[in-house]
């Protein structure tokens, strides 16, 4: 990150544990660089599952998502129609993935992400990565999804990124979307997953227990115009694997 591009693709799993090692190798030496080739397909980062804790609402909630995947590769796309693209179909075929490792996978999710905040892309491939990702995902009534909006771009994305050890902030919508794995494409709708999801990168997962975090989320219309309306929320913490550099 930052983001260069409008979609991010987000593969999400856990692989059975005496697979662990080889299923790392495959993805960093060979899924991932062949994935890179295909056109439209930008930069790839891949991330782990951590338990940590938040300060929210003056309290200090410790989060471990059992049922969450523990491995997420992000594939930032030009355009939803890549991932239906012959070249996509046959870079995921290729190596020892479809044998050796896609079979050993389990609680697979995957999500097509389109970017909305902030409205241009970066234009500095070089920026600093944050070794950590935490994604705050969640729907709003109905109703409130104008002011929803409003409030995250104007107020609450303006704010948290103000606090020591923030960088980047961008926000996406869930997309339908087809993908093409194994040789088939999919339609994928994914009625329970979040509409609306939140990335901030942090230099530590100390950040968001900070004195700081605790007060820029409560600032605002959040706390009371907003907030008590979001439903379906989930907060996950990611620690960057790839690259490593």
């Given at each position: 990150m930052p983001q260069q591009a409008k979609y991010l693709f987000i593969a999400s799993m856990d692989v059975d544990p005496e697979k662990a090692a080889l299923f790392n190798d495959v993805y960093d030496?060979?899924?991932?660089?062949?994935?890179?080739?295909v056109a439209g397909v930008g930069p790839i980062t891949r991330f782990e599952k951590q338990n940590f804790s938040v300060l929210i609402g003056g309290k200090t909630q410790t989060v471990v998502l059992e049922s969450e995947p523990t491995f997420h590769a992000m594939y930032e796309l030009d355009s939803?129609?890549?991932?239906?693209?012959?070249?996509?179909?046959?870079?995921?075929?290729?190596?020892?993935?479809?044998?050796?490792?896609?079979?050993?996978?389990?609680?697979?999710?995957?999500?097509?992400?389109?970017?909305?905040?902030?409205?241009g892309l970066s234009d500095n491939a070089k920026a600093k990565q944050s070794k950590y990702l935490?994604?705050?995902s969640m729907d709003v009534d109905p109703e409130k999804t104008e002011l929803f909006n409003d409030v995250y771009d104007t107020e609450h994305c303006p704010e948290l990124s103000k606090v020591d050890g923030v960088g980047p902030i961008t926000?996406?919508?869930k997309q339908n979307f087809s993908v093409l794995i194994g040789g088939k494409t999919q339609t994928v709708l994914l009625e329970s997953e979040p509409t609306f999801h939140a990335m901030y990168e942090l230099d530590s997962p100390d950040v968001l227990t900070s004195n700081r975090w605790g007060e820029a989320v409560e600032l605002g219309r959040w706390r009371e115009q907003v907030r008590p309306y979001?439903?379906?929320?989930?907060h996950v913490l990611l620690k960057m694997t790839y690259p490593q550099g």
């Open positions: 030496t060979e899924h991932c660089s062949e994935l890179s080739n939803p129609d890549v991932l239906t693209s012959p070249g996509w179909g046959e870079a995921v075929e290729l190596g020892r993935w479809p044998e050796q490792v896609r079979p050993y996978t389990k609680n697979r999710r995957h999500v097509l992400l389109k970017m909305t905040y902030p409205e935490f994604i705050a926000r996406f919508e979001t439903k379906n929320r989930r």
